[in-house]
């Protein structure tokens, strides 16, 4: 028997992204919590497989050839696992590049932009005007973008894929972006129809305990030195 995928993971959108996709393809995985507001990152043995410092990363024990393989990137990681298990990452070069554009969307822009509006509305030791403007604003921007491809298709590459996965997890927490999903009606009726999916539901649930075990990051002042005070040395 086939010996389970690592997933190095913490309860966040992008760790969701991985427990999402795991859960629906109905693979056995094992979780390996890396604490980011505990520096859990920079440890050596996470950095041979995550040089980058950034979870989710997995290793899997049969990658090509029967050989193990590590992957980071989150983006990364779900097309291996599509093209690993041929599921949710068409074959077809049309439907696969449309499939593609979502993802990098998500990857380059909602995810980026959304943690930003994250922390100028919630971390920042200063409310600044600007920032929380300029983030709140262009995350409002791209969930409208999302309102109008969804207007006449069910999800964003029209079959449901990894796009979807990137993306629904930086729309759950909509409400500290400053945005209402009641101004993007194909937005909030994607939302729920992700949301109401069983792999989706677990997949999110993943880690729940753990992390409620910690302060908020909020109030938690050593963990944001830890994940805001990060520089090359």
């Not at 604490?35 to 920079?42: E, L, Y």
């Not at 990658?63 to 983006?75: A, K, R, Y």
Request: aromatic share 12%.
């Amino acid at each position: 028997m086939t010996a389970p995928i690592e997933l190095y993971y913490w309860p966040t959108p992008n760790g969701w992204k991985i427990t999402i996709m795991l859960e629906e393809l109905g693979v056995p995985y094992v979780v390996k919590y890396i604490n980011i507001g505990r520096g859990d990152q920079f440890q050596p043995d996470f950095l041979k497989i995550s040089p980058n410092n950034r979870m989710p990363a997995i290793v899997d024990p049969d990658g090509p050839g029967g050989e193990p393989i590590s992957v980071f990137e989150s983006g990364a990681i779900l097309q291996y696992l599509g093209r690993k298990y041929g599921k949710f990452y068409p074959t077809d070069e049309r439907a696969r590049v449309d499939v593609e554009q979502w993802l990098f969307w998500q990857v380059g822009g909602l995810g980026p932009m959304a943690g930003q509006a994250h922390h100028f509305r919630q971390y920042a030791p200063e409310r600044i005007a600007y920032g929380i403007d300029r983030y709140t604003n262009e995350v409002n921007r791209l969930y409208g973008v999302m309102n109008k491809r969804l207007a006449d298709r069910p999800f964003l590459a029209g079959d449901y894929s990894i796009a979807d996965m990137a993306a629904v997890g930086w729309a759950i927490p909509h409400e500290n972006q400053g945005q209402d999903l009641n101004e993007f009606p194909n937005l909030k009726r994607w939302y729920d129809a992700m949301l109401g999916r069983p792999a989706v539901k677990k997949a999110i649930e993943v880690g729940k305990e753990e992390r409620a075990r910690q302060k908020s990051l909020a109030e938690d002042q050593e963990a944001q030195k830890v994940l805001f005070g990060q520089c090359a040395r």
